[in-house]
Nanobody, 119 residues
Framework: QVQLVESGGGLVQAGGSLRLSCAAS????????MGWYSQAPGKQRELVAS???????NYADSVKGRFTISRDNAKNTMYLQMNSLKPEDTAVYYC?????????????WGQGTQVTVSS
């Protein structure tokens, strides 16, 4: 079972930046897809960005050009660089890892880190 621990959240003014980190308990080299999801109060959890083991990136339209996802396999860590933050980015951000084992895919979640953007 993969354990994920997020860090880097906090309070920032609009236009500011934060970098989230997601540390995995095992090598992420073999984890197929890792991603960041956000969940604002009263809303469903939604995909912010994802990155495959091959390095292919995918972003929600709302964050394109502002957020950058990356992964450091040597450190078993994934990152989300968040620039030009807006109040609507305020949410709990969760790290997700999807690992394929034979014919099954297992999905793991971190505990979340709060990001609050003030106007």
């Amino acid at each position: 079972q993969v354990q994920l621990v997020e860090s880097g959240g906090g309070l920032v003014q609009a236009g500011g930046s934060l970098r989230l980190s997601c540390a995995a308990s095992e090598s992420i080299f073999i984890i197929n897809i890792m991603g960041w999801y956000s969940q604002a109060p009263g809303k469903q959890r939604e995909l912010v960005a994802s990155i495959t083991s091959g390095g292919s990136e995918n972003y929600a339209d709302s964050v394109k050009g502002r957020f950058t996802i990356s992964r450091d396999n040597a450190k078993n860590t994934m990152y989300l660089q968040m620039n030009s933050l807006k109040p609507e980015d305020t949410a709990v951000y969760y790290c997700n890892a999807q690992k394929a084992v034979v014919i099954r895919t297992f999905s793991y979640w971190g505990q979340g880190t709060q990001v609050t953007v003030s106007s």
